[in-house]
């Protein structure tokens, strides 16, 4: 620890007081090389508290700690730093004395004592002043704590900081002032500031390597900052796989041990502290049984000079970072007696049912026989009380000692990393019959076991609906072997059914899932109650049903978590369940937090699509979808192997995806989503389709898709909900208001039942209002008077095949003259297309046109870019055919007074003359960017398709009927139309001929 022999005194001016505390850092020989900046700690040292205690044992970062916030103190500011050790209160007054400047002293001299001539001679110091304290309490007993409370009490622009291994005030003490404590477990090194260590010393780690390293040394900072320097040396992380460290590592921290032991005030006491690493918490058995001579005096010195600490039940222990060393050490000394000792200390904690400490006694011992037994016998209570800790053991238990383990493999295989989980081979039959009778025999829960691994396996490789599948087979096993088996199984049996609700809610079967997860819920099982309460608010948030997500959340909150990591990792369906039904009640500052909270989903996170769902609404509802998209772009681009099209993730994210690209303006990227994706088995895919539809301006189509969705038997509340406001809201724009009226008054009874209220601001506020108006009944109370969505039809850009053949030849790289001589045109020619392209694109430049063309989804892919190349490679004949050429198709048509229209197999416009643009209200250019669905009725699409498939196959080569046709204004006219199949650069096209009819009046074929 850092230690100053005398008082420091600094008036703070920018650096200079950086390079003092350099200097004073150097000479310590615990004091890591490697500091990192600690904001989350820092900011506690810069708070309001006028009073604060770093408290830890040794090597835990308390001096870095504390000299980092004093370096970055920015202004002027007085700093006197003196430590405490070895001195009695008046030595340590008259040191801080003499650390004051002289202009303060004017007035200490008539003072009586040291503490009085301090109090005194701060009379005279109005600017702040910041007291630091090094090892208080350690030597110098309760009088100085006393003097220093008094002192705060007189002086309002005095600050203490207080490091020490012990807690130096009383509560009545710290009640009296502004007091704050960083206490052991917060100066701990999180997983991600382990990771940035290791940035900082230019080393790449993974993050299941980075949590390997913070189970073995829980974080305290000396260790972890051995293992950076020792991997930086080596080359990789210092802990394997199978979670032990590596020969390398093991040496520095014996190295750290041997440093520490041979400090003089620490030396006579080497024997009683390596006794005491044997025993993971000292109570009178364990001190008995290690063999500690004078309790009553040795521990309180050991305590005193850092070497323990207090647990939360104020037992002594072993620092964990400490005792790894400390325990090598005593190992390498007397190996056999070392082992018997901690095999007794197993067996003395088993027989005070203490399962847990045996369990980690035993696994220190090497006895996995011992272990295996235990976690058999215990695994479900030991998962409520150490979840991290039977994760560690279990990443160290040696392969070949886990055959005689059955229940050892499964939890293994639940808890370790993802690439060590098996397919294991195991052949469960599809007939209900037959898997009642697996449940029935006693191989019934070796097979489940089996088959909960498979599916786990085979989830976490992306195969969700055949995870799912076999999730339902076990589930029934399960079921069928309940009534068979002692109710001291229903504890394994809930794991495993909670394990199988993950797998089913990964796959989508959310209502499967829940089922599961309550099933898991009513077992007697702590462990399994919290997860599966969360997880089943997290599966009602996901389908609307907002009232019983609440429920849930407060079952869970009845539940609680334990700390580590594994604890916050199984709270995380809580959280993104709590965050959705904040976003429900539209309090975005608490979803805030929550998602902050929560931050971003590591590599590893099975349900990182619910984290990256829960923020795409969180944008959405801010009127941030640009950020939106980019985010969960990049989330996916992390998760790519878990982004499977049987999965619920893809359904999810792909459907945020396609509102915030509405909600951003970017429709041509949202229709490209909807039309290149098969929705029908995606209820949230087919809801954002029949959004696009009515945001698009598709009225009938949107009614058509929205009729579908609402009552799907897979429909949940919110799928109905939305379903049914894009439905009135299409209606209206239709004319239909008794349709409009029975789908609002319909959705609003669900919304109000279920407290699901998002969807109603997917709509124009103005349509809402006009639905309330017609109705007679009032969206629900919550719901803000805004919209998520501009209002009105959506533009959408199309190219014409000569423009993206342009596109395609920029993004290529040709100058203006390779793509004449490509295309065999001027370059006036090209220049004059390019300038067209532009234009349309909103663009300047080639670079933005490029860019433009990505973000609106028309950048063909490369196969495309090859097809449209070898159209246009056919020489000077198929150059004559093109659209933009003085061709004789574009001589022909612009020569007819009728209107007259070429279109692809795709239904865009691929040339069409003045009349036809007049006829149906264009602009010539308006047009030429027309589809079938902009031009033809809904009511006729079906026909008209049926017709363009006959004529582009070549099975007839001309057909004529009449058609409704739909006017730019909206209205509705009638037309004789004749059909021919062309071809324009050897591809199959369809020339349209237009006259106006009345209805009913036929068209005959001359």
Not at 670 to 693: D, K, Q
Not at 814 to 822: A, L, N, P, S, Y
């Amino acid at each position: 620890m850092c230690t100053f022999a005398a008082a420091v005194y600094l008036r703070f001016e920018g650096e200079r007081a950086i390079s003092l505390y350099g200097s004073a850092l150097a000479a310590s020989p615990f004091q890591p090389s490697l500091i990192l900046e600690r904001p989350r700690l820092l900011g506690r040292l810069s708070s309001d508290a006028r009073l604060v205690v770093v408290r830890g044992p040794r090597g835990c970062g308390k001096s870095t700690l504390i000299t980092s916030w004093l370096a970055g103190f920015d202004g002027q500011r007085h700093v006197v730093r003196l430590s405490a050790r070895g001195l009695d209160a008046d030595d340590w007054w008259g040191g801080v004395l003499a650390a004051l400047p002289t202009e303060v002293l004017s007035r200490a001299g008539a003072a009586a004592g040291s503490f009085d001539a301090v109090v005194t001679a701060l009379d005279d110091l109005h600017e702040p002043l910041v007291l630091v304290v090094d090892g208080l309490g350690e030597n110098s007993g309760g009088r100085l704590a006393e003097q220093l409370i008094e002192l705060l009490r007189r002086h309002r622009h005095i600050r203490v900081i207080a490091e020490t291994h012990l807690r130096p005030f009383g509560p009545a003490q710290s009640a009296s002032v502004d007091y704050d404590e960083i206490d052991y477990p917060e100066l701990r090194f999180t997983i991600d500031e382990v990771a940035q260590l290791h940035l900082e010393a230019g080393l790449t780690i993974s993050e299941q390597a980075c949590q390997r390293l913070y189970r073995q040394v829980s974080g305290t900072v000396m260790p972890t900052v051995l293992a950076v320097r020792t991997a930086e040396r080596i080359g990789h992380p210092v802990i394997d796989q199978f979670g032990s460290p590596c020969p390398e590592y093991v040496t520095a921290l014996v190295d750290m041990a041997e440093e520490m032991l041979a400090e003089s005030e620490i030396a006579p006491w080497r024997t009683a502290v390596t006794k005491c690493a044997l025993a993971r918490k000292l109570c009178a058995d364990t001190i008995a049984i290690v063999g500690i001579d004078d309790p009553e005096t040795t521990l309180p010195t050991l305590e005193q000079l850092g070497l323990l600490q207090r647990r939360r039940d104020n037992v002594p222990e072993c620092p964990p970072g400490l005792r790894l060393p400390l325990l090598e050490l005593a190992r390498r000394a007397e190996p056999v007696e070392v082992r018997e000792t901690l095999d007794v200390l197993a067996s003395q904690r088993l027989s005070a049912d203490d399962v847990t400490e045996a369990m980690h006694y035993g696994s220190d011992a090497g006895n996995w026989t011992l272990v295996g037994e235990i976690i058999e016998t215990h695994f479900v209570r030991i998962l409520g009380e150490d979840l991290d800790g039977i994760h560690r053991v279990l990443q160290m238990f040696p392969a070949a000692d886990r055959a005689p383990f059955p229940i050892v493999r499964t939890v293994r295989a639940i808890l370790t990393g993802l690439n060590e989980v098996p397919i294991l081979p195991v052949l469960l039959p599809e007939s209900i019959e037959e898997l009642a009778g697996i449940g029935a025999s006693r191989d019934a829960l070796e097979t489940a076991g089996r088959g909960t691994i498979n599916a786990i396996g085979l989830r976490r490789r992306g195969a969700y609906h055949q995870a799912a599948v076999v999730a339902g087979r076990v589930a029934t096993i399960l079921d069928a072997a309940e009534p068979h088996l002692d109710p001291a199984c229903s504890a394994y049996m809930a794991v495993l059914r909670q394990q199988l609700g993950n797998t089913c809610q990964l796959a989508g079967a959310l209502a499967q899932s829940t089922a599961l997860f309550q099933q898991a819920y009513q077992a007697d099982s702590a462990f399994a109650a919290r997860l599966s309460a969360g997880s089943i608010a997290l599966n009602r948030a996901l389908q609307g049903d907002i009232r019983l997500a609440e429920q849930w959340l407060v079952t869970e909150a009845d539940e609680p978590y334990q700390r580590g990591l594994w604890g916050e990792t199984t709270r995380l369906p809580g959280r993104c369940a709590a965050a959705i039904a904040e976003m429900e009640c539209f309090d975005i500052a608490a979803a805030t937090a929550i998602l902050e909270d929560i931050g971003e989903p590591d590599f590893r996170q099975e349900r990182w699509a619910f984290i990256a769902y829960a923020r795409g609404l969180w944008s959405l509802l801010r009127g941030e979808p640009v950020e939106g998209i980019d985010w969960i772009d990049r989330i996916i681009a992390e998760h790519a192997r878990f982004y499977a099209p049987d999965s619920l993730a893809f359904s999810l994210l792909t459907a945020m995806k396609v509102d915030l690209d509405l909600a951003a303006g970017h429709t041509n990227a949202a229709l490209a989503t909807v039309t290149g994706i098969e929705a029908s088995g995606y209820v949230p895919l087919a809801v954002s389709r029949a959004r696009t539809e009515l945001l698009t301006g598709q009225y009938e189509a949107a009614v058509a898709a929205a009729t579908e969705i609402a009552w799907r038997p897979e429909s949940y509340p919110r799928t109905r909900i939305d379903a049914l406001l894009i439905e009135a809201a299409a209606h209206v724009h239709l004319g239909d208001e008794t349709a409009a009226v029975d789908g609002w008054r319909t959705a609003v009874m669900i919304a109000n039942r279920s407290g699901c209220c998002l969807p109603f601001v997917f709509i124009d506020d103005r349509v809402r209002d006009r639905l309330t108006e017609l109705s007679g009944v009032a969206q629900p109370q919550r719901v803000p008077p805004t919209t998520v969505f501009a209002p009105g039809p959506l533009p959408i850009v199309r190219l014409t095949p000569r423009e993206q053949v342009m596109l395609d030849k920029i993004i290529e790289g040709g100058t203006i003259v390779q793509i004449g001589k490509e295309l065999h045109v001027s370059t006036n020619t090209v220049k004059t297309q390019l300038r067209s392209l532009y234009k349309k694109l909103g663009a300047s430049s080639k670079e933005q046109a490029i860019a433009q063309a990505k973000r609106l989804q028309l950048v063909h892919d490369r196969h495309d870019t090859e097809a449209s190349r070898a159209s246009l490679d056919t020489g000077p004949v198929a150059d004559s055919a093109d659209a933009y050429e003085p061709s004789i198709y574009k001589a022909l048509i612009n020569q007819m007074s009728v209107a007259v229209v070429i279109h692809g197999a795709d239904g865009r416009v691929v040339e069409a003359n003045q009349a036809f643009a007049d006829l149906l209200g264009y602009t010539l250019c308006e047009a030429q960017r027309l589809t079938a669905t902009d031009v033809v009725h809904p009511s006729a699409m079906r026909e008209r398709n049926a017709d363009a498939t006959r004529l582009i196959s070549g099975s007839v080569s001309e057909l004529a009927t009449e058609r409704p046709l739909v006017h730019k204004d909206g209205t509705t006219l009638w037309a004789k139309v004749r059909k021919a199949a062309i071809e324009i650069d050897g591809e199959p096209v369809v020339m349209v001929i237009i006259e106006k009819a009345e209805p009913g009046v036929g068209f005959r074929t001359g």
